[in-house]
């Protein structure tokens, strides 16, 4: 058997080897750069992916609730605007599924009016795609289901190779915001490049709104975000041998009203060595030192129609919640 595919156990616990080692070349590059971070693509293992649909439900954590009511008031809308004029045949692609709560009203409403269409559900966990290939297809019986697990431009082309049908991508839930402005801009450009004129996008863009509703979402009084943010140190030390002391780093998040930037931190409350056993590194904490772990950029509405111009795609659409909180952009490349 080839190595670097064969299993490792771990804890009790067995991974893919090519994965723990881009696990561990990710988290390194990141625990000793200056200043640290790690990529929080990480955040979702089965313990992580529990916890944000914890924090979804919680009180304070609105961007949900706000995507939800445009998914469960205004389907028709959206469904009409993803299936245009001609009524083609097209895979329905979604980055980044989740629980696929919200876009399930979209595949029930398009399953009831006979479109003939494709999900191809991408998510980089593989417990995510389990479970939508069980629910899905157990829920809207006769959907026509695809799941790829991977990173999503990895799976974009391979979801290309399987058919040459129209693509329409959904990227909900303001996940462009886990990005600046540049690498928002950046990932929608080569988002273009793995589509062809005529394909659709449906963004989730949350909005700059009253900065103490924004903070609150990420600071909420129950501790799930902080929760969510630790559970990344407890993964690190689960699938690469770390000894991450939890109970010594704190969760900390700021929001700048100008530039949109909301932004997730651990503190380190004590000078300290962690060790990364199975590879024998040391990283070395100061006390009161920081590791970025998230952004959740919130944009206005004229910031992505200028993105949308600059990246190659044309607007179709808006749709906004009643309070105007979160809007749902439909772009069409050109």
């Given at each position: 058997?080839?190595?670097?595919?064969?299993?490792?156990?771990?804890?009790?616990?067995?991974?893919?080897?090519?994965?723990?080692?881009?696990?561990?070349?990710?988290?390194?590059?990141?625990?000793?750069?200056?200043?640290?971070?790690?990529?929080?693509?990480?955040?979702?293992?089965?313990?992580?992916?529990?916890?944000?649909?914890?924090?979804?439900?919680?009180?304070?954590?609105?961007?949900?609730?706000?995507?939800?009511?445009?998914?469960?008031?205004?389907?028709?809308?959206?469904?009409?605007?993803?299936?245009?004029?001609?009524?083609?045949?097209?895979?329905?692609?979604?980055?980044?599924?989740?629980?696929?709560?919200?876009?399930?009203?979209?595949?029930?409403?398009?399953?009831?009016?006979?479109?003939?269409?494709?999900?191809?559900?991408?998510?980089?966990?593989?417990?995510?795609?389990?479970?939508?290939?069980?629910?899905?297809?157990?829920?809207?019986?006769?959907?026509?289901?695809?799941?790829?697990?991977?990173?999503?431009?990895?799976?974009?082309?391979?979801?290309?190779?399987?058919?040459?049908?129209?693509?329409?991508?959904?990227?909900?839930?303001?996940?462009?915001?886990?990005?600046?402005?540049?690498?928002?801009?950046?990932?929608?450009?080569?988002?273009?490049?793995?589509?062809?004129?005529?394909?659709?996008?449906?963004?989730?863009?949350?909005l700059k709104k009253n900065p103490k509703t924004i903070l609150a979402a990420y600071?909420?009084?129950?501790g799930i975000t902080k929760k969510f943010n630790l559970n990344l140190l407890h993964?690190?030390?689960?699938?690469?041998?770390?000894?991450?002391?939890?109970?010594?780093?704190?969760?900390?998040?700021?929001?700048?009203?100008?530039?949109?930037?909301?932004?997730?931190?651990?503190?380190?409350?004590?000078?300290?060595?962690?060790?990364?056993?199975?590879?024998?590194?040391?990283?070395?904490?100061?006390?009161?030192?920081?590791?970025?772990?998230?952004?959740?950029?919130?944009?206005?509405?004229?910031?992505?129609?200028?993105?949308?111009?600059?990246?190659?795609?044309?607007?179709?659409?808006?749709?906004?919640?009643?309070?105007?909180?979160?809007?749902d952009a439909i772009w069409k490349v050109r």
């Open positions: 058997m080839n190595t670097q595919t064969s299993p490792v156990t771990l804890n009790g616990s067995t991974y893919n080897h090519t994965a723990v080692n881009h696990f561990y070349e990710d988290v390194l590059k990141g625990l000793t750069a200056s200043p640290k971070h790690l990529d929080s693509k990480y955040f979702y293992d089965a313990i992580g992916d529990q916890l944000f649909q914890d924090l979804m439900n919680c009180e304070e954590y609105y961007p949900t609730n706000c995507e939800l009511e445009i998914f469960s008031q205004k389907t028709e809308a959206l469904a009409s605007a993803i299936i245009g004029d001609n009524n083609d045949e097209f895979d329905l692609i979604e980055l980044g599924a989740g629980d696929a709560m919200k876009s399930t009203y979209l595949l029930k409403h398009l399953l009831d009016r006979g479109v003939n269409f494709t999900y191809l559900p991408i998510d980089i966990s593989a417990h995510v795609i389990d479970q939508l290939d069980v629910e899905l297809t157990q829920n809207l019986p006769g959907l026509k289901f695809e799941g790829l697990n991977g990173e999503y431009f990895n799976m974009l082309s391979k979801a290309a190779t399987l058919s040459n049908k129209r693509k329409v991508v959904l990227f909900l839930g303001s996940n462009i915001g886990n990005m600046p402005v540049a690498e928002a801009e950046s990932f929608c450009a080569e988002l273009r490049n793995h589509l062809s004129p005529g394909d659709m996008v449906l963004i989730g863009f949350d600071n909420d009084k129950e993964r690190i030390n689960q699938e690469l041998g770390a000894d991450f002391v939890i109970e010594q780093f704190d969760h900390f998040p700021v929001y700048d009203p100008e530039t949109g930037a909301c932004k997730s931190y651990l503190i380190s409350t004590a000078d300290q060595m962690v060790h990364i056993a199975d590879h024998n590194q040391s990283i070395h904490f100061q006390k009161d030192e920081y590791i970025f772990m998230e952004i959740s950029q919130k944009f206005t509405v004229e910031q992505t129609r200028d993105m949308a111009a600059k990246t190659g795609f044309d607007v179709v659409n808006y749709l906004f919640d009643d309070k105007n909180w979160f809007a």
